[in-house]
């Protein structure tokens, strides 16, 4: 084995080679069904480990187990400073175990071990952070006009049971963000983690239960969108759906919440414009600009997907671009030299790869990438760094998300233009700006329909910021305070003092 390839984690060894179950009620079990399916490694197509595939029937001990622990026993009970502690000592746990946890994520994602690092600090962070917003959760005194001697005050209460769905691209990072706003504000979850990503989330279950949280708080069921998903939003006893992933499922997941008008928040897709203006700072553009897209192989909602530079820099830009994708290794994320991992599944693969291919049959220019043929990457789920030159902003790989390492460079000549063309998409979740412009920095950030727009950087998260997006990138806010409003319900108390 090369010396540049890391060893995978003792303790990651040994969690995966113990018999997986769910975790339901408090207690670790099979799947009703007896079913299992597997988890490979992207790197290699190697099966990593079997995971029990849960159905209907164990969703709906789920729900009952966390409906029961939102009604009954410790957890209704519980201070607001007690379920601080719990988040606290959560985030102590997770910082502890996090080489553990960074190598089963790179196992299971195929992202670098040393991106994940980063990763599980974030989660750390999440956690901490919403450990100080339960003491913070108030209500209002309201100076009302009714006439007589009326009280009136709000208070917030928890929603109830959340059914909270994630994805596959970031699942360590997706299930803090799925966790640490109800549980903060007092609502049981039964968490559904994506079958091509299960590992972290089962190992996070078993750091929950280390934490102290009462039986029943949270519920993890591992198994197929299809049958567990489908069966988590339609229960009528589920109070809240929250779902990060593609905007055609956040799509029959509105449906399915409809029968029961359940509450709901997604984080859906995204075609994110990034801006490059000839005044920026050129080299640290393309940096911004190859790490907005390739970060990740480009399976990134917020992926910098639609590239538009300036006309006077565009031919220069484009194809420096280009020459600075030769610089990317490409390999498994346990190689500390490589920096461009593999795609998630062979599917995945296959669906970019078929982007690639409409795009030269549109008719734009791919100035590189493609397929990765190398002997020693064929069994893994590898496309190279791919550029199109000389898009048109309708075709179907500068419209449609592609979710891989394919980004499409168009130019053009003025402020104005820049905004109509980046608004031209029905997504609206990200978008970059290069320029050292103050004031056409703020033109094109208050211009540009999405929700957030990076300058001069891109892809900066913190649990203080929301996160989410316009049109059909998404319903809601995650993290900072309207998150919060996310997970609670308004309650107005009327009182006659006469």
């Given at each position: 084995?090369?010396?540049?390839?890391?060893?995978?984690?003792?303790?990651?060894?040994?969690?995966?080679?113990?018999?997986?179950?769910?975790?339901?009620?408090?207690?670790?079990?099979?799947?009703?069904?007896?079913?299992?399916?597997?988890?490979?490694?992207?790197?290699?197509?190697?099966?990593?480990?079997?995971?029990?595939?849960?159905?209907?029937?164990?969703?709906?001990?789920?729900?009952?187990?966390?409906?029961?622990?939102?009604?009954?026993?410790?957890?209704?009970?519980?201070?607001?400073?007690?379920?601080?502690?719990?988040?606290?000592?959560?985030?102590?746990?997770?910082?502890?175990?996090?080489?553990?946890?960074?190598?089963?994520?790179?196992?299971?994602?195929?992202?670098?071990?040393?991106?994940?690092?980063?990763?599980?600090?974030?989660?750390?962070?999440?956690?901490?952070?919403?450990?100080?917003?339960?003491?913070?959760?108030?209500?209002?005194?309201?100076?009302?006009?009714?006439?007589?001697?009326?009280?009136?005050?709000?208070?917030?209460?928890?929603?109830?049971?959340?059914?909270?769905?994630?994805?596959?691209?970031?699942?360590?990072?997706?299930?803090?963000?799925?966790?640490?706003a109800p549980l903060a504000t007092g609502n049981t979850v039964v968490l559904k983690p994506a079958e091509n990503t299960p590992l972290t989330a089962l190992r996070l279950g078993?750091?929950?239960?280390?934490?102290?949280?009462?039986?029943?708080?949270?519920?993890?069921?591992?198994?197929?969108?299809?049958?567990?998903?489908?069966?988590?939003?339609?229960?009528?006893?589920?109070?809240?759906?929250?779902?990060?992933?593609?905007?055609?499922?956040?799509?029959?997941?509105?449906?399915?919440?409809?029968?029961?008008?359940?509450?709901?928040?997604?984080?859906?897709?995204?075609?994110?414009?990034?801006?490059?203006?000839?005044?920026?700072?050129?080299?640290?553009?393309?940096?911004?600009?190859?790490?907005?897209?390739?970060?990740?192989?480009?399976?990134?909602?917020?992926?910098?997907?639609?590239?538009?530079?300036?006309?006077?820099?565009?031919?220069?830009?484009?194809?420096?671009?280009?020459?600075?994708?030769?610089?990317?290794?490409?390999?498994?994320?346990?190689?500390?030299?490589?920096?461009?991992?593999?795609?998630?599944?062979?599917?995945?693969?296959?669906?970019?790869?078929?982007?690639?291919?409409?795009?030269?049959?549109?008719?734009?220019?791919?100035?590189?990438?493609?397929?990765?043929?190398?002997?020693?990457?064929?069994?893994?789920?590898?496309?190279?760094?791919?550029?199109?030159?000389?898009?048109?902003?309708?075709?179907?790989?500068?419209?449609?998300?592609?979710?891989?390492?394919?980004?499409?460079?168009?130019?053009?000549?003025?402020?104005?233009?820049?905004?109509?063309?980046?608004?031209?998409?029905?997504?609206?979740?990200?978008?970059?700006?290069?320029?050292?412009?103050?004031?056409?920095?703020?033109?094109?950030?208050?211009?540009?329909?999405?929700?957030?727009?990076?300058?001069?950087?891109?892809?900066?998260?913190?649990?203080?910021?929301?996160?989410?997006?316009?049109?059909?990138?998404?319903?809601?806010?995650?993290?900072?305070?309207?998150?919060?409003?996310?997970?609670?319900?308004?309650?107005?108390?009327?009182?006659?003092?006469?």
């Amino acid at each position: 084995m090369s010396t540049s390839v890391i060893s995978l984690h003792p303790k990651a060894i040994e969690f995966t080679s113990a018999p997986k179950r769910m975790l339901i009620g408090g207690q670790w079990v099979e799947s009703v069904s007896g079913k299992t399916f597997t988890t490979e490694n992207p790197a290699t197509g190697e099966i990593i480990t079997t995971v029990p595939e849960g159905d209907k029937e164990d969703i709906n001990r789920a729900v009952a187990a966390a409906r029961k622990a939102f009604e009954e026993g410790p957890w209704p009970k519980i201070k607001p400073n007690e379920r601080a502690n719990l988040l606290l000592k959560l985030a102590d746990l997770v910082e502890q175990n996090a080489e553990e946890l960074a190598h089963l994520e790179t196992l299971d994602n195929g992202r670098s071990l040393e991106f994940q690092l980063k990763v599980v600090d974030r989660v750390v962070e999440d956690f901490r952070y919403y450990a100080g917003w339960t003491t913070k959760i108030n209500g209002e005194t309201i100076p009302v006009s009714t006439p007589g001697n009326i009280f009136n005050y709000t208070k917030r209460e928890p929603i109830g049971v959340c059914g909270q769905i994630i994805p596959w691209n970031a699942p360590l990072l997706m299930a803090a963000w799925k966790l640490s706003a109800p549980l903060a504000t007092g609502n049981t979850v039964v968490l559904k983690p994506a079958e091509n990503t299960p590992l972290t989330a089962l190992r996070l279950g078993e750091l929950i239960q280390e934490a102290g949280f009462p039986d029943g708080v949270v519920n993890i069921v591992t198994g197929f969108g299809g049958t567990v998903g489908a069966a988590l939003t339609e229960h009528p006893d589920v109070d809240k759906i929250a779902f990060t992933g593609s905007t055609a499922v956040g799509k029959q997941i509105m449906r399915s919440a409809a029968v029961n008008v359940k509450k709901v928040s997604l984080e859906l897709g995204g075609k994110s414009a990034h801006i490059v203006f000839a005044d920026a700072d050129y080299e640290k553009a393309l940096a911004n600009v190859a790490n907005a897209i390739f970060g990740g192989s480009g399976q990134a909602c917020i992926a910098g997907s639609r590239l538009f530079i300036e006309k006077k820099i565009y031919d220069n830009f484009i194809s420096d671009l280009a020459e600075y994708t030769k610089n990317y290794k490409i390999g498994s994320g346990f190689d500390h030299t490589a920096n461009l991992g593999p795609l998630i599944s062979a599917k995945q693969k296959k669906s970019v790869l078929s982007y690639v291919d409409i795009g030269k049959q549109e008719g734009a220019e791919m100035l590189v990438g493609g397929d990765v043929t190398e002997e020693n990457l064929a069994c893994g789920y590898y496309v190279r760094p791919t550029i199109f030159a000389n898009v048109n902003n309708s075709m179907r790989i500068a419209q449609e998300e592609i979710f891989g390492p394919v980004v499409a460079g168009m130019p053009f000549e003025s402020v104005d233009e820049v905004i109509k063309l980046a608004n031209q998409t029905k997504y609206g979740l990200g978008g970059g700006v290069n320029t050292t412009d103050l004031r056409k920095a703020h033109q094109v950030a208050h211009g540009i329909k999405t929700g957030n727009v990076w300058v001069n950087r891109y892809g900066v998260l913190d649990p203080a910021s929301p996160f989410g997006g316009y049109k059909q990138s998404g319903i809601g806010r995650e993290h900072g305070a309207e998150s919060i409003d996310m997970y609670t319900e308004t309650k107005s108390v009327w009182i006659d003092l006469d």
